[in-house]
């Protein structure tokens, strides 16, 4: 399997600042010396996962340009800029590079 | 509008089968490129992905859960249904179901039911 490690696993950040969130895999993601298979989903206070990213770059339909992803092979950063209270919940990375697709720890988002 | 939702019993007994159910709307496994997965989550703990079904009926499961699990796709077309045997109390999960696109360009999940908690007790 896969394994998705991401950091930090919390973080605090104050409205109208910037937050950025790490992904780390143990094998590259990259398929086709082309296409990443990371995608990044926020798990918000007491609903499902909802997509951010596909394909470690691409903002899903809907999602606000606040929200940005970068990275290949086996370093992924997600990075959240002018954090609204909106924003706070369970940020998780998880690959589909390969079945079984599997997701990072989860890191929880809070507003100061 | 396009839904999915999960359905089944809300308690299960140790070492008893559960069956869960997604049901889906608006949109067709029988499509090219899509699939529709299950995933869970113990409370208070991080996602984990159980098993997947893609539109030409290939299975795929968590290597650590393979050996109780089936998923299955019923004739219709618009229902997949997982069971797992020999249930136990660390099986506890909110379980969801999701529908994903997956081409050789894309792979994600665009959709999510709202997830159906199943506790493992005696």
């Known amino acids: 399997d896969i394994m998705m490690a991401q950091s930090p696993l919390s973080l605090s950040v104050t409205p109208g600042e910037s937050a950025s969130i790490s992904c780390r895999s143990s094998e590259t993601l990259l398929k086709n010396s082309r296409y990443n298979y990371l995608d990044w989903y926020v798990q918000k206070p007491g609903q499902s996962p909802q997509v951010l990213i596909y394909?470690?770059?691409t903002r899903a339909s809907g999602v606000p340009d606040r929200f940005s992803g970068s990275g290949s092979g086996t370093d992924f950063t997600l990075k959240i800029s002018r954090v609204e209270a909106e924003d706070v919940g369970v940020y998780y990375c998880?690959?589909?590079?390969?079945?079984?697709?599997?997701f990072g720890q989860g890191t929880k988002l809070e507003i100061k | 509008q396009i839904t999915l939702q999960e359905s089944g019993p809300t308690l299960v007994k140790p070492t008893q089968t559960l069956t869960l159910t997604c049901t889906f709307s608006?949109?067709?496994?029988?499509?090219?490129?899509?699939?529709v997965v299950w995933v869970r989550q113990p409370p208070g703990k991080a996602l984990e992905f159980v098993a997947l079904?893609?539109?030409?009926?290939?299975?795929r499961y968590s290597p650590s859960l393979e050996s109780r699990l089936t998923i299955a796709r019923d004739t219709s077309g618009n229902q997949v249904v997982l069971t797992m045997n020999n249930m136990d109390p660390m099986d506890t999960a909110t379980y969801y179901c999701?529908?994903?696109?997956?081409?050789?360009?894309?792979?994600?999940?665009?959709?999510w039911g709202r997830g159906t908690l199943v506790t493992v007790s005696s």
């Open positions: 079904i893609y539109w030409d009926d290939d299975k």
């Open positions: 999701a529908h994903m696109l997956s081409t050789d360009t894309t792979g994600y999940f665009d959709l």
């Open positions: 394909l470690a770059s």
């Open positions: 998880m690959q589909v590079r390969q079945t079984p697709f599997t």
């Open positions: 608006g949109l067709s496994l029988n499509t090219g490129g899509t699939a």
